[in-house]
């Protein structure tokens, strides 16, 4: 399967609309991003950013169709800052009952992936910041010793379809994990 390629303009217009979006620049954001003719596999990117840029220049009604466009497309646990974008322009908008929904389905999947974002004011903006939990669990299977045997042992590299690294770790080692 060959994956489209996209042009460089469009990755480094994307790459500028979120510097100016980081420096606090929605309006130079804006202009980035409207000179982006086709996102391409960009796009929940691209209408994320479109959206965050509409909110933070107080166009929330346009803001909300990005916003729920990349909410929509993004999967867990990367959904979760559309979906709280999405309940401040719902808010903002007058539409309180839709606020509550957009930021309940934001809390449930910061629950469920085991992020939690917290807003440090910055001016007149806000910059998340995450922390990620992970655990991570490691088990070791002992080689079995194959003795000699009449397969070939070309034909046995040529089926083998991934490719494997040695990290320098003793399976038979005694580690505190």
């Known amino acids: 399967m060959m ?36 996102p391409g596999s960009l796009t929940a990117s691209y209408s994320f950013l ?23 497309l993004l999967p867990i646990p990367h959904s979760q800052l559309p979906w ?24 449930e999947i910061a629950s469920e992936a085991n992020i939690h974002l917290r ?8 910059n998340p910041i995450v922390h990620h939990e992970v655990h991570l669990t490691i088990s ?10 009449d397969v070939d042992e070309n034909s046995f590299l040529e089926n083998e379809t991934e490719e494997t690294e040695d990290f320098g770790i003793d399976p038979e080692g005694d580690y505190d994990v």
């Open 3 to 38: 994956i489209p390629r996209i042009p460089k303009k469009t990755v480094r217009r994307l790459i500028a609309a979120e510097g100016y979006l980081e420096l606090g620049m929605p309006r130079q954001a804006l202009r980035e991003l409207d000179k982006v003719s086709d």
């Open 50 to 72: 479109r959206g965050e840029s509409l909110k933070r220049v107080g166009r929330y009604s346009e803001a909300i169709q990005p916003l729920q466009y990349a909410a929509d």
């Open 119 to 126: 807003f440090e004011p910055l001016g007149e903006q806000f």
């Open 84 to 107: 709280k974008s999405l309940g401040a322009c719902y808010r903002e908008s007058g539409q309180n009952d839709l606020a509550e929904t957009a930021e309940k389905t934001a809390d």
């Open 140 to 149: 070791f299977e002992p080689v079995q010793e194959a003795e000699e045997s």
